[in-house]
């Protein structure tokens, strides 16, 4: 098979994800905002990141927070409007930043004019774009259940038949098998990559060959066709970054989507290592400790099986999942260590690294009262389990360490009213913790989590280990130590790390012997041997 993306400036990038609506606020409404971001460009660059992948900001009525969209080829008023888009891309280049869109094609918001024809009649030329069954009010076609609560299926009287949705009502599913509803995507997104973007995150792609009748959502009979023929319609037509978000995935399928030949994505999200603290077969909200000698070894197999078919995207956090030092790390007495240890995990490893904002300063989960969430999953969540005989005290635990909105407070920049965030009310609390925890406060400090991300980033420029380098997984059974090697043309590299708050000792010592380390997230080694709480090394070999 041709490699095709053996050069592709994604495999030395690093990735740093926005969420618009929580990033900086420009106007002062209390919402993140397009022109907000431009603010932060040279924050950006500091940070040393390639580029910006933004959650939506289409037009939106925002029943999820932007991913149920009305116009695809508008900017929602509340984040800017198009010509802010067209700035902020041409500002982003020139401080060597691409913009990543977020593209949501499995639904459209029911608002989106597509559907508003679609509602009008069974014959409207519009009504084949999303997925309807003939039926009657209270006889739904079958027991299939949406992710944010209640059945998938909706009546609309006017026309007697039921449409399907995935996620929200507000969130009517599209109809892939329709070539009409292809074409149109195809042309937006040809329309989008002129304007010059960078690339594309593609939400839920894995759930748009869906066949309701068989019960199947993801990875449904017609997937990969309809991918290929999506990625030779535009992506191909471009140098640009493509990635799928993928639940469904296995390291087969990765291989698939992944493939040297760029016949269909640059890479996917796959999330086996973000589920394994959840009791397994259950919801993410049924908590359960983590398992880290089998987080090592599904990692490792991720990095083993990728190397030379596929690519890997490697990330720990996004917005919709809680902040990675509260979820495996500590925050409170460890909260730098455990951070950069956990970033030092992640980055050493052979893919692409995504930064999820406030990441690199070690932000953490909330602790709300169930009246200051805004989440449409955890509000739905909480109703559920409220009537289904949880106690509260259970669900809020749930929701504290799981929660969507942990991650998606206000980027905190610095310790005055709202945080440097906004001058208005912010639409969602700001975290306490704004007074210790802030970007200000991180720049003018060498040894924070931000200068730590930092030099990560300059290490994979540095050094093509990183990026080529094979992986080999040591200490597999060891119950405290993520130690790993990459190798490439003749270098070596170490990456050596206690994964808890214990000091633990390590076998390793004659393999890094005289050695130079890159990194440490301590600032002088005593007892070579011991690693203590949460303590992360580079070692060139
Ligand atoms: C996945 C997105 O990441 C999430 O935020 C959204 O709610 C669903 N897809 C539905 O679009």
Redesign the pocket.
């Known amino acids: 098979m041709a490699d095709r993306n053996e050069q592709k400036w994604w495999k030395t990038s690093v990735i740093y994800q926005i969420y618009p609506r929580s990033f900086k606020d420009s106007d002062g409404d209390g919402i993140g905002d397009l022109n907000g971001i431009i603010e932060k460009l040279d924050y950006l660059e500091e940070l040393g990141i390639d580029a910006v992948w933004l959650s939506p900001v289409c037009k939106s009525p925002q029943d999820?927070?932007g991913?149920d969209i009305s116009d695809y080829q508008d900017i929602d008023p509340l984040f800017g409007s198009l010509q802010d888009m067209e700035r902020l891309i041409k500002e982003a280049g020139e401080h060597g930043i691409k913009i990543i869109m977020d593209l949501?094609l499995?639904?459209t918001s029911d608002e989106h004019r597509w559907f508003l024809e679609a509602k009008k009649s069974k014959d409207n030329p519009y009504h084949d774009y999303y997925v309807w069954r003939d039926g009657e009010e209270g006889v739904l076609p079958n027991d299939m259940r949406a992710?944010f609560g209640g059945p998938a299926w909706e009546w609309v009287p006017e026309l007697s038949q039921y449409y399907f949705h995935q996620?929200s009502v507000k969130?009517p599913d599209l109809n892939w098998e329709n070539e009409a509803v292809r074409r149109e995507i195809y042309e937006m997104i040809l329309w989008w990559m002129d304007k010059g973007v960078g690339g594309f995150r593609l939400?839920?792609i894995d759930q748009i060959a869906k066949e309701p009748d068989l019960k199947i959502t993801g990875n449904g009979p017609r997937l990969h066709e309809f991918i290929r023929e999506l990625s030779r319609e535009t992506f191909q037509k471009g140098d640009i970054v493509t990635v799928g978000?993928c639940w469904g995935a296995d390291t087969e399928r990765a291989k698939l989507y992944s493939a040297p030949d760029g016949s269909e994505f640059s890479m996917v999200f796959q999330f086996e290592h973000i589920m394994l603290d959840s009791v397994p077969g259950r919801e993410k909200w049924d908590l359960a400790p983590l398992p880290f000698v089998k987080l090592k070894e599904v990692l490792n197999k991720w990095q083993c099986e990728l190397q030379g078919s596929g690519w890997n995207s490697l990330f720990w956090d996004?917005?919709?999942l809680p902040r990675i030092v509260s979820r495996w790390g500590n925050d409170k007495e460890y909260r730098t260590e455990s951070a950069k240890m956990l970033a030092t995990v992640l980055h050493g490893m052979q893919g692409t690294p995504y930064i999820y904002q406030g990441e690199e300063l070690g932000m953490t989960n909330t602790d709300y009262e169930i009246g200051e969430y805004r989440d449409i999953?955890t509000l739905h969540m909480y109703e559920e389990r409220l009537e289904a005989g949880y106690s509260k005290e259970e669900i809020m635990r749930s929701i504290h360490a799981k929660g969507?909105d942990n991650a998606r407070t206000p980027m905190q920049w610095n310790c005055g009213e709202g945080a440097g965030f906004t001058d208005g009310t912010p639409w969602i609390r700001i975290n306490g913790n704004y007074g210790e925890i802030n970007a200000e406060r991180e720049l003018a400090d060498p040894q924070s989590v931000f200068h730590y991300y930092k030099r990560l980033i300059h290490l994979r420029k540095e050094y093509p280990v990183f990026v080529h380098g094979s992986f080999q997984l040591l200490l597999e059974d060891d119950p405290n130590i993520f130690a790993y090697v990459r190798e490439w043309e003749g270098v070596r590299l170490l990456v050596l790390c206690n994964f808890f708050g214990s000091e633990t000792w390590c076998s390793l010592k004659e393999m890094w012997e005289g050695k130079k380390w890159l990194l440490c997230n301590y600032q002088d080694a005593e007892n070579e041997e011991i690693l203590r709480p949460y303590e992360a090394r580079m070692i060139l070999l």
């Open positions: 999820d927070n991913y949501v499995n639904h992710c996620f969130q939400d839920v978000e996004n917005h919709d999953e969507r």
